[in-house]
């Protein structure tokens, strides 16, 4: 079939583009397809499998006939489990296929055009994309390795205008791991107190993969709660990434509009994944400490692998499974253009795909994963130190 000349994009996707973390993963597959021994340390996927007794559960409620369309927002039992766990009631909570949706959910359910959403950087790529498509204007406000990737209350002022509609934090943050303490994120709340026309998403993801104590935003801000969105979800933690789950919690006229976006998209999200999420809620959570052990000691082995390349500058990450080290040495050295001409480079010579910064709004780094298995991580340290140092 030929390509039509008649389609057009719509104007408030003209600028999206499918994620830089997919294209790469999906090259360094294709060149696993075709022989090439490639090192693939750029997903943000557990190597862990899903508990064994998430999966029964899901057997079981399948084998129950369990597979037919659920309430929009979730099933009772499930928002009942995310609600009590969070001292709310059920309808302040939305079951999402995926954090993403709720995400996609909450801004195409507040934003007008021109609306600001301010997202500090780095951030998770799919941010300022979400906030494009619902038709809003991302703010991103940089956050340098030098302030420990965190946004400031000085910054966040600053950055506020009449159009400020959301602020969007990320803590335990992917890509970089940092994480906000009780503290910092009570400054933030005394700079909101004075723009009360400001919500804000906390996306806590990765809350049970902190190695320092995390606070949530809403325990942190308590009088904030009204204006406050909490995104969570069980794909890191729990291993559960293709099961697609994930959940909002907020005021509940914010939840009820969310629904009404939600039901015209999707329905509700996989009965089958949701008895799956009833089951990893309610169960022994020891795993959780078992797995954030093990991720612990993967951070360490590749914080200290990669500071001892030569160029490479590895803060460790307080949380999530990344580190995101500057490269800019070794751009120099080598002549690298952009990180991103840096990674392209890394894949072709030593067969290892990494993320670059830019791809988090924030150049001069690359986004490297350590949620991969031990040999994996030497055998790609390895490499990258090889091909580094013959740079010279």
């Given at each position: ?5 008649d ?17 790469l993963s999906e ?7 075709a022989?090439?021994d ?5 997903t ?15 057997h079981?409620?399948?084998?129950a006939?369990?597979t ?5 927002a ?8 995310v ?5 709310v ?6 079951i ?10 909450a ?19 799919s941010y300022?994309?979400?906030?494009k498509?619902a ?6 406000v ?12 000085e ?19 992917n ?10 994120i ?6 909101l ?7 804000v998403?906390?996306?806590e993801?990765?809350e049970h993969?902190?190695?320092?104590p995390v ?5 942190a801000?308590?009088?904030l ?9 069980l794909s890191?933690a729990?291993?559960?990434t ?5 959940w909002?919690?907020g ?5 009820e509009?969310m629904?009404v ?21 309610n ?5 959780l400490?078992?797995?954030r052990?093990?991720?612990r ?20 990450p ?17 002549g ?5 001409a ?7 010579k ?12 924030l ?8 949620a ?21």
């Amino acid at each position: 079939m030929n390509a039509s000349t008649d389609f057009r994009r719509a104007q408030r996707i003209a600028s999206v583009e499918l994620s830089e973390i997919v294209r790469l993963s999906e090259q360094a597959a294709a060149l696993r397809r075709a022989g090439r021994d490639v090192i693939v340390l750029s997903t943000g996927e557990p190597d862990f499998p899903t508990p064994a007794p998430v999966v029964e559960a899901a057997h079981a409620a399948a084998l129950a006939g369990q597979t037919r369309y659920t309430a929009t927002a979730g099933t009772s039992e499930l928002r009942d489990s995310v609600a009590t766990k969070a001292g709310v009631t059920r309808a302040e909570v939305l079951i999402s296929a995926g954090a993403k949706q709720v995400l996609a959910n909450a801004m195409l359910a507040t934003l007008d055009p021109g609306d600001e959403v301010l997202i500090p950087a780095p951030y998770w790529s799919s941010y300022t994309e979400i906030v494009k498509m619902a038709g809003g204007r991302a703010v991103v406000v940089p956050c340098l390795m030098s302030d420990d990737f965190k946004l400031s209350p000085e910054a966040l002022e600053a950055a506020i205008t009449p159009k400020t509609r959301w602020l969007m934090l990320n803590s335990p943050s992917n890509p970089t791991g940092a994480v906000y303490s009780t503290n910092e994120i009570r400054a933030f709340a005394k700079v909101l107190e004075r723009h009360p026309n400001i919500w804000v998403i906390s996306d806590e993801i990765y809350e049970h993969l902190s190695y320092v104590p995390v606070t949530s935003f809403r325990d942190a801000a308590p009088d904030l709660m009204h204006r406050t969105l909490i995104v969570n979800g069980l794909s890191k933690a729990w291993a559960m990434t293709g099961w697609r789950i994930g959940w909002g919690i907020g005021p509940s006229e914010l939840i009820e509009a969310m629904t009404v976006i939600q039901g015209q998209v999707t329905s509700g999200a996989c009965s089958i994944s949701q008895a799956a999420g009833l089951a990893a809620l309610n169960g022994d959570d020891g795993l959780l400490k078992t797995r954030r052990d093990a991720f612990r000691a993967r951070r360490d082995k590749t914080v200290a692998g990669l500071n001892a390349i030569r160029g490479f500058r590895c803060p460790r990450p307080d949380g999530a499974f990344y580190v995101f080290p500057s490269v800019t040495r070794v751009m120099e050295r080598g002549g690298f253009p952009s990180d991103g001409a840096f990674c392209s480079w890394l894949l072709d010579k030593a067969g290892v795909a990494v993320v670059p910064g830019r791809a988090f709004g924030l150049g001069g780094h690359v986004r490297i994963s350590f949620a991969y298995a031990d040999d994996e991580l030497t055998e790609g340290i390895e490499r990258i130190f090889g091909a580094v140092d013959k740079l010279g």
